[in-house]
Structures are given as structure tokens and as C-alpha cells.
């Protein structure tokens, strides 16, 4: 299955990838799509013989637990909506807790890493055979970018992937950003990984932009393709030629020219390895098979996820081995991120509070873990702050009160509300 060029399709950017030239395949977030009907764009791509892949981004396959059904069912009614060769998703956790560890499930909103463990494959490669039955297509899963690193992993990154490809049959997606921002992150050395990993097994290739702070690579999606990023493509390139190369950009999108020019600038790194010499390549032998365990992979595995996500967004205490610089680095990034995507799923929000919308989510959020999605938490957030008083301007505070009422409840929430506000918190002793 050949691809070729593609570009993430976002509807902020629908008309500039029509106008595209040379795009022979296009890739969408499957949980940004209806089940049942499409729009017109992605119509008008497919009319024009160009292939849309969905991408998926929360069933969790590196989670504890077993993928959700509906989860499932959702991503396979948007395969057979598009007509797709495949679909996509990432080899990461997105939640926690739940019957496994007797804890309230929280949500990430976000792809984290799970551990190179052998507890962790084996969950991992349940889930995907489990998936791979599910699905009306063959699935491919993406290796993800990472702030943190987990004590006592047991594979590298390359072996963890290569054990996964030989137990289940999966497709790689190959994301070289990701390898660069693990590099810079995690001091892994992307041309190990490529060795390691099986190149034939993958099905395609992403291309992203980041961009460096403080000596920690932030994977945006929102910032040029950098000449590291393009020249982990290169020695991937020397190795294999992947059936697709694709550039993603999620955020703050810039003109069709700039566009145009990190493809271009693809193309041309793609070519320039091609005519390189082969580079030689012998295959390292597999990870050492592991020791005997006992049962309970499930169980362990979601322990110490329930208990790393705490951390992350409840402010609970780090588990050990962890560094604790670094999970504050990721926290914060989780609270900001749930920052912006709440302001996107509900934008009068930050209309109506102004320059102070993102000082006030980042205080609610400290407290408030998400357990729902995004548009639940807008509509928490807002009855934080009603039951609290605020905003201190009566005219935003009525706008609030509205918009609460128009999705949430006929009246605002009153003093019982807020007395259990007050005793939630007293409980939890912020």
C-alpha cells in the first residue's frame, strides 16, 4: 500500500489542504469526525481519489484496561465511512484508575507514556489483538513523544516496538519528531531505536514541528519542522522507504506557502537520503525473553498508571524513582493543554472572562482532575466559579450564568451547591 505525501487535514486549514498540490493522502483525528456523515471537505478529497486515514487519540491501547466497545465500534464506523486501507493510533495511556486500582478514573487528556516493561507489552499486546478484531482494517500504532521516563523499564524502545510487531502482526506509524523529542527528553538515540525497531512493518511516517524550552523539547504541532526533526527522517529513509510520509501541524496555522515549504522541505530530505548509499543494516538479535511472572499484569500495570497520573493532575505524591522536576514539567503541560482545548471546545468562556480565563482554569484545574471530557470540564469550570462568586463583574457573571443555563441546568447552582463545594474542598484539604 503505497501512500505517498500527505498532510494532516484540520478544519482550520479544509480549504488550504484542497489547494494543496501534490497531496495524494490526507489523515484526520477520528474523534474530531461523525460516525455517520462527513465533512464536505473530506467529501470533496475523496472524490478526488485521495485517501483520508482516521487517526485515533483515545482508546488508550497502553492503558490497563481493555479497550472500550464503544470506543472500538466508533473508530471501525469511521473506517467504513471513509472507505480507509487502515487506522491509526498510539501506543500510549490516556487514563487511569477504575475498578483495577479501587479508584475514581481519571482522565490525561493527553498521550503518555507507558512503561517498557514486560508487564506493560503483555497488557499492551492484549489490547491490540482485542482492537485488531474490532476493527474492519488493519491497524498501525504510533510511537509517542515524551516528557517523563519511568524507572525500571526492562526494554528499549526499538525492542519494546519490535516485541509488539512480532506478537501481534500491527503496523508501525513512525512518528520522527517524536523520536528527535525523545532524544532531546530522554537521551535516547533515535538511530538505536531505528535499528531496532522492524522498519517493514511500518505503514507510514509523521513529520511535526516543535520547539525547545529550558532544555525540555515540546512536541506542538504547532511550530515549523526543525532540521533535527528532518534529519531523523533521513536516517530513517537510508533504512526503508516508508510507504507514506505525512506532516502534521495542530495549532496555530501558518499561510499555504509556509505549508508548501515544509513539504517541499520533506520531499527534498526523503530524495537526498534515496540517493545516499544504503546504509548497512544487520538486525540485532530480540530482547532476552523475560523471567517468569507471576499472573496480574493488568492489576500492576494499572497501579502504578493511576499512581503516576495522580500525580500528574491531582498533585498527589510522586511515586518513586521518578523525577520530580520533570513531573512538573508534564503537569503543567497537561493543565495547559486542558487550558486551550476547553477554550476550544467552548470559546465564550474565554470571551467572557477575558485576559483572566487561563489564571482561572489553571487554579480549577490544580484541584479538579478530569474525569469526563472536555466539554464536561468546561461546564465544571464555569460552576466553579458561579458557586464561587465570580467573575467579580455582575455583567460577565450574568453572561456565565447564561451560558450555564443554556447547557447545563435551568438554574444556576445555589447555596446547596455551594455547600457541598465547600465541603468537597475541606475534604481535600486545598
Known amino acids: 500500500m503505497k501512500l505517498g505525501t500527505g498532510i ?18 490526507v489523515e484526520a483525528v477520528a474523534e474530531n469526525l461523525c460516525e455517520d456523515h462527513l465533512p464536505s471537505s473530506l467529501v470533496r478529497l475523496r472524490e478526488r481519489g485521495v485517501t483520508v486515514v482516521p487517526h485515533g487519540v483515545s482508546l488508550g491501547l497502553g492503558g490497563a484496561d481493555r479497550p472500550d466497545p464503544g470506543r472500538l465500534a466508533g473508530l471501525a464506523a469511521r473506517a467504513g465511512l471513509l472507505g480507509t ?43 491490540v489483538r ?40 500491527v503496523r508501525l506509524l513512525i512518528d520522527v519528531a517524536n523520536l528527535h523529542t525523545n532524544h532531546v527528553n530522554r537521551g535516547e538515540d533515535p538511530s538505536t531505536a531505528l535499528d531496532e525497531l522492524p522498519v517493514e512493518a511500518i505503514a507510514y511516517v509523521h513529520v511535526a514541528g516543535g520547539v525547545e524550552k529550558n532544555g525540555v523539547w515540546h512536541d506542538t504541532h504547532a511550530h515549523p519542522v526543525t532540521r533535527p526533526v528532518l534529519d531523523v527522517l533521513k536516517q530513517l529513509r537510508s533504512r526503508v522507504d516508508p510507504p507514506g510520509v505525512l506532516l502534521e501541524r495542530d495549532d496555530d496555522f501558518p499561510p499555504a506557502g509556509e505549508l508548501a515549504g515544509e513539504l517541499a522541505a520533506i520531499r527534498s530530505a526523503l530524495a537526498s537520503a ?56 508534564q ?15 467552548a470559546p465564550e468562556l474565554p470571551e467572557i472572562l ?77
Open 8 to 25: 494532516g487535514w484540520r478544519p482550520e486549514i479544509a480549504d488550504t489542504v484542497e489547494a494543496l498540490p501534490g497531496i495524494d493522502w
Open 85 to 127: 486501507p487502515l487506522v491509526t493510533e498510539h501506543i500510549a495511556f490516556v487514563r487511569a484508575g477504575g475498578p483495577l486500582s479501587a479508584s475514581p478514573v481519571l482522565e490525561a487528556g493527553h498521550l503518555l507514556p507507558v512503561p517498557r516493561t514486560w508487564d506493560a507489552l503483555d497488557v499492551l499486546c492484549e489490547n
Open 130 to 169: 482485542i482492537a485488531q478484531d474490532s476493527l474492519p482494517v488493519p491497524l498501525a500504532l504510533e510511537n509517542i513523544a515524551a516528557l517523563i521516563s519511568w524507572p525500571g523499564e526492562e526494554l528499549t524502545e526499538g525492542q519494546f516496538l519490535a516485541e509488539l510487531v512480532e506478537r501481534t502482526g
Open 274 to 329: 534515496a540517493a545516499a548509499p544504503p546504509a548497512g543494516r544487520q538486525r540485532p538479535a530480540r530482547a532476552p525473553e523475560p523471567a517468569p511472572r507471576a499472573a496480574g499484569a493488568r492489576e500492576r500495570t494499572g497501579l502504578s498508571q493511576t499512581a503516576l497520573l495522580s500525580t500528574l493532575v491531582a498533585g498527589t505524591p510522586a511515586p518513586d524513582g521518578f523525577d520530580r522536576r520533570r513531573l512538573g514539567v
Open 331 to 345: 503537569s503543567r503541560a497537561l493543565a495547559g493543554k486542558r487550558a486551550e482545548v476547553v477554550a476550544k471546545v
Open 354 to 430: 477575558g485576559g483572566g480565563y487561563r489564571e482561572a482554569f489553571l487554579a480549577y484545574a490544580r484541584n479538579r482532575p478530569m474525569s469526563a471530557g472536555y466539554r464536561r470540564d468546561a461546564l465544571g469550570f464555569a460552576e466553579h466559579l458561579l458557586v464561587t462568586d465570580r467573575p467579580a463583574d455582575e455583567a460577565a457573571r450574568r453572561r456565565l450564568t447564561r451560558w450555564w443555563q443554556e447547557r447545563a441546568a435551568p438554574r444556576p447552582p445555589r447555596r446547596g451547591t455551594r455547600l457541598v463545594h465547600a465541603a468537597r474542598t475541606a475534604l481535600l484539604g486545598r
